[in-house]
């Protein structure tokens, strides 16, 4: 309702007596009215279309920008063409005679969305991060490099204003320790289950219904190993000796496993496990492990750094 009429109901209930207050709230009762049935019955927002149309957009932005920087690294004098479909050559650029590098396909590292751009903000500026594998000739050791690359997006499709930039990289990483206290031995009854699960998972033993819960939804990977041997199992707490339906536990599996060329490959399996019909059982395979929670992240310090 317009912020003009409540004080126009206001002077018609003064001025008009009984009547003016009967129509005031009936006033009111037609605007909340009208305001539960836009809740209801109205067309919902379409939040669908746009989150679509956002990540098709950077995807392609994403594309664009690993072809460019090929094609960037890779420009000579004589062979540019490439580059000309990303960006703008300026007449006074001096391309090399032979590439500036030799690569390995770019890969897209990180995208972040930088603004709107042009009038009416009929653009849309994208800076992704792109990682490459480079050598200055064939024979020599490869070291992977960070290029920046501005893309402006329009409904004409991507395009660089600028030259890519290069950048440092994510870093080198920090330290955090899982929370997996208690080591389980390979005696205890919770190590034959994991060993057991890994086996029929990992290998094509089969009898995986036997080490999950009926509502796991996992399913063995047909075979895809040899061997799979639990080397080390250690869990955020041990199992209670009375342990009740639905009590869970997550646990920690280290695992040798054995390809079919017989090349071993050690693998982690964060796992929980919940106890139904009277036993423990996989429950589900967790994404990540449980990290510590009280311990700050050590950093990781490059190869030849100083300690």
């Not at 089969?206 to 799979?228: C, I, K, M, N, P």
């Not at 080390?232 to 000796?241: F, G, Q, Y």
Request: hydrophobic share 40%; charged share 15%.
């Amino acid at each position: 309702m317009p912020n003009k009429w409540p004080t126009r109901l206001k002077t018609a209930n003064k001025n008009s007596g009984p009547l003016g207050r009967y129509a005031e709230r009936a006033m009111a009762f037609l605007g909340g009215g009208a305001a539960l049935w836009g809740f209801f019955f109205s067309t919902p927002v379409n939040t669908v279309a746009p989150a679509r149309e956002a990540v098709n957009t950077a995807a392609v932005a994403s594309s664009f920008a690993q072809k460019c920087v090929s094609a960037w690294l890779t420009a000579t004098a004589s062979a540019h063409s490439e580059l000309s479909h990303c960006t703008t050559i300026s007449p006074d650029v001096k391309l090399p005679a032979t590439a500036a590098a030799v690569i390995d396909a770019p890969t897209f590292v990180a995208i972040d969305w930088s603004g709107a751009a042009g009038e009416n903000s009929t653009a849309t500026m994208f800076s992704v991060t792109i990682g490459v594998s480079e050598r200055p000739y064939a024979s020599a050791a490869p070291t992977q490099a960070f290029y920046r690359v501005p893309v402006e997006w329009t409904k004409q499709g991507p395009w660089m204003p600028s030259m890519p930039s290069r950048v440092a990289g994510p870093g080198a990483g920090a330290s955090l320790p899982t929370a997996y206290p208690m080591n389980i031995g390979a005696n205890d009854p919770l190590y034959n289950l994991i060993s057991g699960f890994l086996t029929a998972y990992l290998t094509d033993k089969g009898g995986l219904d036997r080490f999950v819960t009926s509502q796991s939804g996992l399913l063995g990977l047909g075979g895809v190993y040899r061997e799979a041997t639990l080397t080390n199992l250690s869990a955020t707490t041990m199992p209670k000796a009375n342990a009740k339906e639905g009590d869970q536990i997550r646990v920690l599996a280290q695992v040798r496993s054995t390809t079919s060329q017989f090349a071993p490959v050690l693998q982690s399996y964060p796992l929980t496990l919940a106890f139904t019909s009277g036993k423990w059982s996989v429950a589900q395979i967790d994404r990540v492990p449980v990290m510590s929670s009280d311990t700050a992240p050590a950093p990781i310090l490059p190869a030849g750094s100083p300690k």
